[in-house]
Nanobody, 119 residues
Framework: QVQLAESGGGLVQAGGSLRLSCAVS????????MGWFRQAPGKEREAVGA????????IYPDSVKGRFTISIDNAKNTVYLQMNSLKPEDTAVYFC????????????WGQGTQVTVAS
C-alpha cells in the first residue's frame, strides 16, 4: 500500500506561482511512477505530468509544458509540482497519484488540494 497526501494549494493571482507537495508513505520503491492530475468542476480529470520515482524522466502535456515542473526528493519521500505563470484555466483540484510499473493505471491517489487562480 502507498499513501499520498497533497498540500500547498491556495488562491493565487494570474501570473503567479504555487508549489504543491505530495508526501509519500508506505511501500514505495523505484518501480513506481508518480503523477499529478487535476480536475476542474464539470470537466474530466487531466494529467499534468509524471515522473519516475528515481527522478530520471518527466513528461508533461502541452497545456502545462514550460510552466509546470515536477520534481522528487527521495530523501524526503516527497513529490513536488512547481506551477508558474498560472492562468485562471489552471483552477482545479490537484491530485497526486502513484503507479507501479506492473499496473496498467494509477492505483493510489491522494485526497487532492484546491488551486484557484484569480484573473
Amino acid at each position: 500500500q502507498v499513501q499520498l497526501a497533497e498540500s500547498g494549494g491556495g488562491l493565487v493571482q494570474a501570473g503567479g506561482s504555487l508549489r504543491l507537495s505530495c508526501a509519500v508513505s508506505g511501500r514505495i520503491d523505484p518501480h513506481y511512477a508518480m503523477g499529478w492530475f487535476r480536475q476542474a468542476p464539470g470537466k474530466e480529470r487531466e494529467a499534468v505530468g509524471a515522473i519516475t520515482w528515481s527522478g530520471g524522466g518527466t513528461i508533461y502535456p502541452d497545456s502545462v509544458k514550460g510552466r509546470f515542473t515536477i520534481s522528487i526528493d527521495n530523501a524526503k519521500n516527497t513529490v513536488y509540482l512547481q506551477m508558474n505563470s498560472l492562468k485562471p484555466e489552471d483552477t482545479a483540484v490537484y491530485f497526486c497519484a502513484a503507479r507501479h510499473y506492473a499496473d496498467g493505471e494509477f492505483r493510489y491517489w491522494g485526497q487532492g488540494t484546491q488551486v484557484t487562480v484569480a484573473s
